[in-house]
């Protein structure tokens, strides 16, 4: 018993030992890591000097040398990590405190913004505070958009996404200042859109996010605001030589609707086509189509007149004389728009395209061709166009379109012997082709329309569609035009490319949408129709051998002007016993029956 108790003393007395040596070894720890992490305290010392200079602030509104407790933030706002993650925070909340220091604040969220640190949380977080700070002080805005429309062009997902937000936040704060430093920067650019990565990030983010929002806000904003962004957005157009900030910036114009044609044919002639003069044959082409559409979208009313001698100049001297220079497309937009403005023309203008017009479409008809006509490729777009302006520019001028056309006009003077023949029927060539050619085209768009009701084959009904309604329009035009004298006045036809949607002729003799039953319908009663009619033929046929006259109705009715006959005499006069002699029956060329006319008056007579 004894040996055991000593066992377990020995044992106890080295464990008290080796706790002792724990506790020193532990204990030792600190002294030598304190040389090692300075920094961790440095960190909480700067957090903590945040936090009290909040607590100050918060509990007094104000207090001498209170300004010195911000700036002190700001100049913490740029030490460590943690301190620049924090820093907007403080910021944001003391920024409309402190007026005097609000631009040097600013300059220390732009420090953020422009840091080489690899850490997205830091800048998010300043993107964060830029709503904030504008809220109260709006006049802010203009800079930090021109800051954050640079910012849009960064490799993070996350970043580009806040910084959207932020700009969409500043618009909702203040539109106009938002719209005019957008409208700024972009005046601010020198090169060309395309060329600068920030700029075509910003364009997409306005087409995306703004446009909207502009059209939503400003369709019943007052008169002087729309002037206002219409004339400096038309300012912007005419230096404009980039086709994705044409586009921009037109729809852009599109949202502010409230103008009058006057007062826009002023701006334009004024501020714009004196400037786009000198620029690309495309470039001035894109132009002329949108303001040329801009004009008409206010001139619907078939008599509104659009008097811009320059508008139109550049059409006379920049346009037609290269028009072929275009591809297909272009060129059919261009001849399209430029036909439906025809009508508002007024008729010294309108008379200067009458022989360049003729001479496009001479060129783009042949009037004899040696390939047969089924292979001849025709923009039947183009031709109605051409047709369409020659028609309702010849209305303001028929004698001008006789002498160009070699139409022979009546009119009972000495100049009715003035028409030339070798004019004529060079135009009465083209006039036989085109009819040949545009109901062979019309035959095939019939049958093809009914069998594409399948909504994968839209984008070919509506081209057969749209050839369908061309042809006819062609058809139509040339057909008036070989009257005499030319009948020019076609303000009911609308043409197939019109801008004005809802607005196309409807076709009606072709049903746009396949419908098995209803066709199959249509043709059992065509052929029940047409077997009626056979029948009817045999026995006409028959009776005619016979020479006995055919009633096509039993039930006709009597004519109004059948003359009396005393009852019961035509059957007395029947009943009675023929005689020797000739019978002579006579046959109306209507009914080809017998007449029945008794003469009138007593027998006497």
């Not at 820093?87 to 732009?110: G, M, V």
């Not at 910084?163 to 200042?177: A, D, G, H, P, R």
């Not at 972009?186 to 395309?194: D, G, I, R």
């Not at 786009?276 to 004009?295: A, C, G, M, W």
Request: hydrophobic share 30%.
């Amino acid at each position: 018993m004894e040996t055991t108790t000593t066992t377990t003393t020995t044992a106890t007395t080295p464990t008290t030992n080796d706790a002792m040596e724990t506790t020193s070894s532990t204990t030792t720890t600190p002294t030598t890591s304190t040389a090692v992490a300075p920094q961790v305290v440095r960190n909480d010392k700067y957090i903590n000097t945040f936090y009290d200079i909040a607590n100050k602030l918060d509990t007094n509104p104000s207090f001498p040398d209170d300004d010195k407790l911000f700036s002190k933030i700001i100049e913490l706002s740029s030490k460590t990590k943690q301190t620049k993650k924090l820093s907007p925070q403080f910021i944001s909340k003391y920024f409309k405190r402190f007026p005097t220091l609000q631009e040097k604040a600013i300059d220390c969220l732009i420090d953020l913004f422009d840091s080489s640190d690899e850490d997205v949380v830091m800048r998010v977080n300043a993107l964060k505070a830029i709503p904030t700070i504008c809220r109260d002080n709006p006049d802010h805005i203009a800079k930090l958009v021109d800051i954050l429309s640079q910012l849009l062009n960064t490799d993070s997902k996350v970043e580009a996404e806040h910084t959207k937000n932020s700009l969409i936040e500043l618009y909702k704060l203040n539109s106009v200042t938002t719209l005019n430093s957008f409208l700024t920067f972009l005046e601010s650019e020198e090169t060309s859109m395309e060329d600068q990565p920030a700029s075509s990030t910003l364009l997409s983010f306005l087409k995306e996010s703004i446009i909207p929002l502009v059209r939503t806000e400003y369709s019943k904003s007052s008169i002087e605001t729309q002037t206002f962004f219409r004339v400096r957005i038309l300012k912007l157009i005419a230096k404009c030589t980039s086709t994705t900030e044409l586009d921009l910036l037109f729809q852009l114009l599109e949202c502010f609707t409230q103008y009058k044609v006057q007062e826009t044919i002023t701006d334009l002639e004024t501020n714009v086509l004196p400037v786009i003069e000198s620029q690309s044959l495309d470039i001035i082409r894109k132009k002329l189509i949108n303001f040329t559409k801009i004009l008409l979208f206010k001139s619907k009313k078939p008599h509104t007149e659009i008097n811009s001698s320059k508008l139109f100049d550049l059409y006379l001297n920049k346009i037609f004389p290269k028009i072929n220079e275009l591809d297909e497309t272009n060129k059919s937009e261009l001849v399209s728009v430029f036909a439906q403005v025809t009508p508002h023309m007024t008729q010294e203008i309108s008379i200067q395209f009458l022989e360049p017009v003729y001479n496009l479409f001479k060129s783009t008809v042949p009037s004899k061709t040696t390939t047969p006509i089924a292979d001849v490729d025709l923009q039947f777009t183009i031709v109605e166009a051409l047709l369409f302006a020659l028609s309702t520019i010849g209305s303001k001028s028929t004698s001008s379109l006789c002498k160009l056309c070699g139409f022979k006009l009546v009119t009972g003077q000495p100049s009715d012997m003035n028409a030339d023949p070798i004019k004529y029927e060079d135009f009465l060539g083209r006039h036989r082709f085109l009819d040949e050619k545009c109901r062979e085209t019309l035959g095939k768009a019939k049958k093809a329309i009914p069998n594409l009701g399948n909504p994968k084959d839209k984008a070919q009904l509506k081209l057969a569609q749209k050839t369908l309604l061309s042809t006819q329009n062609i058809l139509t035009i040339m057909q008036n035009l070989l009257k005499s004298p030319p009948v020019t006045n076609i303000n009911n036809l609308v043409i197939s490319s019109t801008i004005f949607k809802g607005k196309q002729n409807l076709i009606h003799n072709v049903s746009p949408v396949f419908k098995p039953q209803q066709h199959q319908q249509h043709q059992q009663h065509q052929q029940v129709q047409q077997k009626q009619y056979q029948k009817y033929q045999t026995q006409q046929q028959q009776h005619q051998q016979q020479n006995v006259p055919i009633q096509r109705n039993q039930q006709q009715k009597s004519s109004r002007y059948q003359p009396y006959v005393t009852p019961g005499r035509r059957h007395q006069d029947l009943d009675k016993p023929k005689q020797d002699g000739v019978e002579v029956h006579y046959y109306s060329e209507k009914h080809n029956k017998p007449s029945s006319f008794k003469g009138r008056g007593p027998k006497s007579f």
